[in-house]
């Protein structure tokens, strides 16, 4: 859902590469149908978007690397302690410290209201995002 968000918030900025990657994944697993829902009402389609686990090739083509929990941060900074310096909580992006909870198993209001928080991450916090990632 981060994902699809960041993506269409910078759509009309150029040298962007953004992807998505668990920490805890099968691979290969669609978006989750509410995902798909809440993206959609929002003008984003991500039906191809496949899960897939994160891995070091992928981690080191990145400048900035976002998670949404603390123990989605603390295993990527254990595995992959060489892009410890990258690895950041969303809400740190707008000077604060806290989990956003995998809407997983939850409500179509789960999944709105953890879009809600994204969006206004991205929106508040865009100018940290940027700096970060060496826009």
Same mark, same amino acid.
């Given at each position: 859902?981060?994902?699809?968000? +960041?993506?269409?918030? !910078?759509?009309? %900025?150029?040298?962007?590469?953004?992807?998505?990657?668990?920490?805890?994944? !099968? /691979? @290969?697993? #669609?978006?989750?149908?509410?995902?798909?829902? !809440? %993206?959609?009402?929002?003008?984003?389609? $991500?039906?191809?978007? &496949?899960?897939? #686990? =994160?891995?070091?090739? %992928? /981690?080191?083509? +990145?400048?900035?690397?976002?998670?949404?929990?603390?123990?989605? &941060?603390?295993?990527?900074? =254990?595995?992959? #302690?060489?892009?410890?310096?990258? !690895? *950041?909580?969303?809400?740190?992006? $707008?000077?604060?410290?806290?989990?956003? #909870?995998?809407?997983?198993? @939850?409500?179509?209001?789960? *999944?709105?209201?953890?879009?809600?928080? +994204?969006? &206004?991450? *991205?929106?508040?916090? *865009?100018?940290? $995002?940027?700096?970060?990632?060496?826009?």
């Amino acid at each position: 859902m981060a994902m699809g968000l +960041f993506r269409k918030k !910078v759509s009309d %900025l150029a040298g962007w590469q953004i992807e998505s990657a668990g920490t805890w994944t !099968v /691979l @290969g697993q #669609p978006a989750a149908s509410y995902t798909q829902q !809440v %993206l959609q009402q929002r003008g984003i389609d $991500i039906h191809d978007h &496949r899960s897939r #686990p =994160v891995n070091r090739e %992928l /981690l080191a083509q +990145f400048s900035l690397i976002l998670t949404m929990e603390s123990g989605h &941060r603390e295993a990527l900074m =254990v595995e992959f #302690p060489e892009f410890s310096d990258r !690895v *950041f909580l969303l809400s740190e992006m $707008i000077g604060e410290i806290y989990n956003i #909870p995998d809407p997983i198993g @939850g409500s179509i209001e789960d *999944f709105e209201e953890t879009a809600g928080e +994204f969006e &206004r991450i *991205f929106d508040q916090g *865009f100018e940290n $995002i940027l700096q970060y990632a060496g826009k």
